[in-house]
């Protein structure tokens, strides 16, 4: 049976450094989101041995319901993943990650972000339009489960850095 969505204010949303303890609910997050999840392993390697990378959790309640990640290099950030719990889709906590993830690369330097989304994927792409984001080219293929086209975009950050205030 299908759990019922969770309706809770964003203003409730905690979002934190993600660390190896949250890994087994970051993967019930990857597992509802994704056709071709990371491992448990990929996540824990990113936090262990990835000196370029940054992820985030955003917590309900004392629930992880999504969280992000990038890899921050020179002046540039590279969206990994963003995801949220399908429970929690639909109140804007997408929105209020990625926020927090755009301030994240600003406070370390970068002055770009990009990120490659799935080309059927108009909620994902409406949402990174917000934040500046533009097409800029497609990866034919990129994805492994259907072949699907992945659209690169990119934002430059330095013009959005008024609206995250």
Request: hydrophobic share 40%.
């Amino acid at each position: 049976m299908e759990q019922a969505k969770q309706s809770v204010s964003s203003d409730m949303a905690v979002i934190r450094q993600m660390r190896i303890q949250d890994i087994p609910q970051v993967m019930n997050v990857e597992h509802a989101s994704f056709t071709v999840p990371w491992t448990s392993e990929a996540f824990t390697n990113e936090l262990n041995n990835n000196r370029f990378a940054c992820y985030l959790v955003l917590e309900m309640d004392r629930r992880i319901a999504g969280y992000a990640g990038m890899w921050t290099i020179v002046d540039e950030a590279h969206v990994t993943n963003i995801a949220i719990h399908p429970d929690y889709r639909g109140q804007g906590l997408g929105e209020k990650l990625l926020a927090a993830l755009v301030k994240q690369a600003m406070s370390l330097g970068t002055q770009k972000m990009t990120l490659e989304v799935r080309e059927s994927n108009e909620i994902a792409q409406r949402l990174y339009r917000k934040f500046g984001f533009e097409p800029a080219g497609v990866r034919k293929g990129y994805y492994t489960d259907n072949q699907e086209d992945a659209v690169i975009m990119w934002s430059d950050l330095l013009k959005w850095s008024a609206h995250l205030s």
